[in-house]
């Protein structure tokens, strides 16, 4: 079990999950709806979720992109004192679905969703496995309940593994 925390540990490692997750998720939607648009969809869902990552790393670095590549991951979050994680919220599939019904794109709804629901639930068994992340935290009512609040979201620092 030890280690598998290397995908807790190291973005390389952790961001390789997602690739092959949305490389799975290709296939699985491209077998589901006979699309590969749809299939390629879902592949970059699965990668580009973690985009609120980059951002708020962007940001809290004052752009300077070598920090992705220097930095421990997420330790912006320690920086700024808050984690907001837009992507990162099971809120959205709700609205993503909804929206899809709307306009009648139910397939392109379900190729983003799904893709997303295996990323999130990724993350969730690796956070809450090696560095306790509470179940809620990908529900952002749950973190806008808490202010974003980061030392209240991670009491256990994921830089130093307490």
């Not at 962007?58 to 590549?69: A, T």
């Amino acid at each position: 079990m030890k280690k598998l925390q290397v995908f807790a540990d190291n973005l390389w490692f952790h961001e390789s999950l997602h690739f092959f997750s949305g490389v799975v998720m290709f296939f699985i939607i491209f077998k589901l709806f006979g699309q590969s648009g749809y299939g390629l969809i879902a592949f970059l869902v699965s990668l580009l979720i973690d985009t609120d990552h980059y951002l708020e790393g962007l940001i809290c670095n004052r752009f300077k992109i070598s920090w992705i590549f220097t930095s421990y991951p997420h330790i912006y979050w320690q920086k700024t004192g808050k984690i907001t994680l837009l992507f990162h919220s099971w809120e959205l599939l709700v609205i993503i679905l909804i929206l899809g019904q709307t306009f009648n794109q139910q397939l392109l709804s379900i190729a983003i969703v799904l893709p997303a629901i295996l990323h999130y639930s990724i993350d969730q068994i690796v956070y809450s496995s090696f560095r306790k992340m509470s179940l809620f935290q990908y529900f952002f009512i749950f973190r806008l309940y808490h202010k974003f609040n980061y030392q209240i979201l991670c009491p256990r620092h994921m830089d130093t593994g307490n």
